[in-house]
């Protein structure tokens, strides 16, 4: 029996409800499969900031160094909504992402002939949809420095900095370009080189980069013209590659083909191991949601996805991911569904989806 070590970190609002099910379908896992999955458990977010005064304690951030990948729920809580506030529970997650080194960012976005009709996009428009944004998570704006605010004589100002390395955006690209040598083999860089001297040095790097592999195709599009394809014309797309901010901005507007937030999983992953796996962080792209905490409205199929990466990219267990998969799949088939997504029925729980993954292991 093989045994593996999940730290879980359920956080903020729904997060704790979707990562539920998440350990119930690991659970179906384990019974067929004849693997033991060791759970440990620490807050984030909001729940760590009540009970000690930070989203994230050094000591969770050792016990994830620890384990051989993480769940994680959903950080956020409108109490500590205040701009001015210094301790956020977002920062639980950044602060995951950086000190584990956890700089690819992995978000599918595939639609299902059988959620078809939840998409609010016509269905001539999304069918056959099938592409995975790469997104660079450790640098960028949400990390670089100067960033700060301060009264100055014209009053309030701030500033963010938008700052990358060369050796950041090789790493990235050589993440974007394996996955893309395993798919259709086209990876679509997205920048904004018109303006950005930090996109202008990342198409540079693109380039150079994909001098190293002759066989897969490369092509630019700015990020504002990015967000029209995304909706307009999904199909075109293979392996997206780009920044953190944008990264952030275009999955969830890539979400709406899927018709809900609640459908999309994603992994963050750091340096891979000769097998091609390796440590990771991984989470539904949704928030912590809290005006339907505590409801059962809330939606666990990313999660459940997310959990199926994690079987595949931290523990090996290709098999295993694609039963998890196919599992979400015939649930779906069958009409199993969430009120985001249900067309013309009130919906299953939380925990009745959970369940109709599970029974379908």
């Known amino acids: 029996m093989t045994a593996f070590n999940i730290m879980l970190a359920p956080g903020d609002g729904i997060g704790p409800e979707v990562t539920a099910q998440a350990v119930k379908v690991l659970h179906k896992v384990s019974d067929r499969f004849g693997h033991r999955f060791q759970f440990t458990e620490e807050p ?51 602060k995951l992402r950086g000190g584990l080194g956890l700089f690819a960012n992995l978000r599918p976005v595939r639609i299902s002939e059988s959620t078809i009709d939840a998409s609010p996009l016509k269905p001539e428009k999304v069918a ?66 018109n303006v950005l001297d930090t996109s202008r040095l990342w198409r540079e790097i693109a380039e150079e980069t994909a001098a190293q592999y002759p066989d897969i195709t490369l092509e630019h599009v700015l990020v504002d013209a990015c967000a029209m394809h995304i909706v307009n014309q999904p199909t075109r797309f293979d392996v997206i590659v780009t920044t953190n901010m944008f990264g952030d901005i275009l999955t969830d507007e890539a979400a709406v083909i899927a018709g809900s937030l609640g459908m999309m999983p994603s992994a963050c992953l750091g340096d891979l191991r000769e097998d091609g796996t390796g440590f990771g962080l991984y989470e539904p792209i949704h928030g912590s949601a809290p005006d339907i905490a505590g409801q059962g409205r809330a939606n666990p199929v990313g999660m459940i996805l997310s959990t199926a990466m994690m079987l595949r990219h931290s523990l090996g267990l290709s098999r295993e991911a694609e039963t998890v998969e196919s599992a979400v799949a015939l649930a779906l088939a069958d009409g199993c569904r969430t009120a985001d997504i249900a067309t013309d029925t009130q919906g299953l729980t939380t925990w009745q989806m959970g369940d109709a993954v599970a029974s379908r292991i």
């Open 128 to 193: 056959g949809t099938d592409f995975i944004v790469i997104r660079e998570l450790t640098g960028g704006i949400y990390f670089g420095r100067p960033q700060r605010r301060w009264l100055s004589e014209d009053g309030r100002a701030a500033v963010d900095t938008m700052h990358y390395t060369e050796p950041e955006v090789q790493r990235i690209m050589h993440v974007a370009f394996r996955f893309a040598s395993q798919r259709r083999k086209r990876v679509t860089s997205v920048d904004k080189a």
């Open 44 to 94: 984030v977010g909001g729940v760590a900031i009540e009970r000690y005064g930070t989203a994230l304690r050094e000591e969770a951030l050792r016990r994830a160094k620890g384990s051989d990948a993480i769940l994680f729920g959903a950080v956020g809580d409108p109490r500590y909504d205040d701009p001015t506030g210094t301790v956020r529970p977002e920062q639980a997650l950044l």
